[in-house]
Nanobody, 122 residues
Framework: QVQLVESGGGLVQPGGSLRLSCAAS????????IGWFRQAPGKEREGVSC????????SYADSVKGRFTISRDVAKNTVYLQMNSLKPEDTAVYYC???????????????WGQGTQVTVSS
């Protein structure tokens, strides 16, 4: 079965950094697109970034361009989201998911992890 496990969330001050991990099992990561999404209280889930684990092509939401970087380690079957210059508006539960194309629309993704909480606060 396909399984995704997110980790690396926590509490960080504005301007700080975190690196989230999405560990995949039950499938070969190389042949899928992996996306990061987030959902804040009272808001719809939104796409943050995604990556083709085959060729490394990426896409980012405008709100995180220049601050977040998505990457993958195929040997470890893991995708990362490096989050720098964090802002309070980045506070949300962050999820990763599998897909088959580069898209930040949450409704086209197939399998989801359980999420990890990111809180940016002084």
């Amino acid at each position: 079965q396909v399984q995704l496990v997110e980790s690396g969330g926590g509490l960080v001050q504005p301007g700080g950094s975190l690196r989230l991990s999405c560990a995949a099992s039950g499938f070969t990561l190389r042949y899928y697109t992996i996306g990061w999404f987030r959902q804040a209280p009272g808001k719809e889930r939104e796409g943050v970034s995604c990556i083709s684990t085959n060729d490394g092509s990426t896409s980012y939401a405008d709100s995180v361009k220049g601050r977040f970087t998505i990457s993958r380690d195929v040997a470890k079957n893991t995708v990362y989201l490096q989050m720098n210059s964090l802002k309070p508006e980045d506070t949300a539960v962050y999820y990763c998911a599998t897909g088959r194309m580069l898209s930040l629309s949450p409704n086209v993704w197939d399998h989801w992890g359980q999420g990890t909480q990111v809180t940016v606060s002084s």
